[in-house]
């Protein structure tokens, strides 16, 4: 039996650099981290994503058209008789999980947030936790 572990390589969370300090994350901005540490952990931060947005659940629930459609080529070449990488499935997953977070799918932020940040992009400050959604198939 195969089995899919969604979830993020659990680190220490470190504060953003300053303000104006942006580096970029996919198409978007999130701020550079500094040196400092917040006291919480991707792993803890992820949990509130999740029970606040639903951000690894929902998107393998209700997939988006890019997954659906990356679905449907793998499983194409699974009955074709090709090898799948397993690596290229977990990827798939990943960008499942980040793609709908790019497009903002979960909302905005408030004004007072977006001029804290200096951009607009719902559970993305510093992009630690972004970066570590991760998934292993055993």
């Known amino acids: ?3 899919i572990k969604i979830g993020v390589n659990d680190k220490p969370v470190k504060l ?13 901005k999130a701020r550079k981290t500094g040196s400092k540490r917040s006291g919480v952990s991707t792993f803890e931060l992820a949990k509130k994503m999740e029970r606040k947005y639903k951000i690894f659940s929902r998107p393998i629930k209700r997939p988006q058209k890019e997954l659906k459609e990356a679905m449907d080529l793998l499983g194409k070449a699974v ?15 990943i960008s499942a999980i980040r793609i709908p977070i790019l497009k903002k799918q979960y909302g905005s932020n408030r004004k007072a947030t977006i001029l804290a940040k200096g951009f607009n992009l719902l ?5 630690t936790t972004f970066n570590s959604i991760d998934v292993r198939i055993k």
């Open 1 to 3: 039996m195969v089995s």
């Open 16 to 28: 953003p650099k300053s303000p104006n300090s942006f580096k970029k994350l996919g198409n978007k």
């Open 79 to 93: 009955l074709e008789g090709k090898k799948i990488p397993k690596r290229a499935i977990e990827n798939l997953t």
């Open 123 to 127: 559970t993305v400050d510093t992009g």
